[in-house]
Antibody, heavy 121, light 110 residues
Framework: QVQLVQSGPEVKKPGASVKVSCKTS????????ISWVRQAPGQGPEWLGW????????NYAQGIEGRVTMTTDTSTSTAYMELRSLRFDDTAVYYC??????????????WGQGTLVTVSS | QSVLTQPPSASGTPGQRVTISCSGS????????VNWYQQLPGTAPKLLIY???QRPSGVPDRFSGSRSDTSASLAISGLQSEDEADYYC???????????FGGGTKLTVL
């Protein structure tokens, strides 16, 4: 079955960087794009951006595009999301998710289990 | 503050029908389809409805979705205790060139 397994929780100081991994299995990695979504405590999800696994193109959300980098390693079917210059309000659970494209639209399925990133001094 | 607006809470008794609304604008729901996700406590979101009204394999037909103008709705009939969860709507926003989500609706089964 399709699985996305993320790396473990991280605790970082303000100003530091964090890199979260998302190892996929159960499907052909290069046929689907990967999006990253975060969810702060008690809040709704926030889309961070998307990477085309087939060609490496990226589309980052406005407001975070200068601090985030999304990459993939096709040899290990793993996606990565790096966030720099961490702030307290970056504390959230970070999810990777596979984007499935229909004829005119798309949706996310499935999601990784989530990685808690805590920014604390 | 989320781009899509949902009521923060909803409730019903077992067997009842509950509807959750999701309000957007002409740049998102007005021109793009809506997806719904269910998030059980302590777990990752799970796809519940895609393309406005399509159910993935394994999702009971008690769940249904619809979209009209700049709003969408999720209906749950025959409410069950295991339906107690947070529900989120999502749509692509052409102006923001990105996905936008609702703030979520916490469903309580009384």
């Amino acid at each position: 079955q399709v699985q996305l397994v993320q790396s473990g929780p991280e605790v970082k100081k303000p100003g530091a960087s964090v890199k979260v991994s998302c190892k996929t299995s159960g499907y052909i990695f290069t046929r689907y794009d990967i999006s990253w979504v975060r969810q702060a405590p008690g809040q709704g999800p926030e889309w961070l951006g998307w990477i085309s696994v087939s060609n490496g193109d990226t589309n980052y959300a406005q407001g975070i595009e200068g601090r985030v980098t999304m990459t993939t390693d096709t040899s290990t079917s793993t996606a990565y999301m790096e966030l720099r210059s961490l702030r307290f309000d970056d504390t959230a659970v970070y999810y990777c998710t596979r984007e499935i494209r229909g004829t005119y639209d798309s949706w996310f399925d499935p999601w990784g289990q989530g990685t808690l990133v805590t920014v604390s001094s | 503050q989320s781009v899509l607006t949902q009521p923060p809470s909803a409730s019903g008794t077992p067997g009842q029908r509950v509807t959750i609304s999701c309000s957007g604008s002409s740049s998102n729901i007005g021109i793009n389809t809506v997806n719904w996700y269910q998030q059980l406590p302590g777990t990752a979101p799970k796809l519940l409805i895609y393309s406005d009204n399509q159910r993935p394999s394994g999702v009971p037909d008690r769940f249904s979705g619809s979209r009209s103008d700049t709003s969408a709705s999720l209906a749950i009939s025959g409410l069950q205790s295991e339906d107690e969860a947070d529900y989120y709507c999502a749509a692509w926003d052409d102006s923001l060139n990105g996905w936008v989500f609702g703030g979520g609706t916490k469903l309580t089964v009384l």
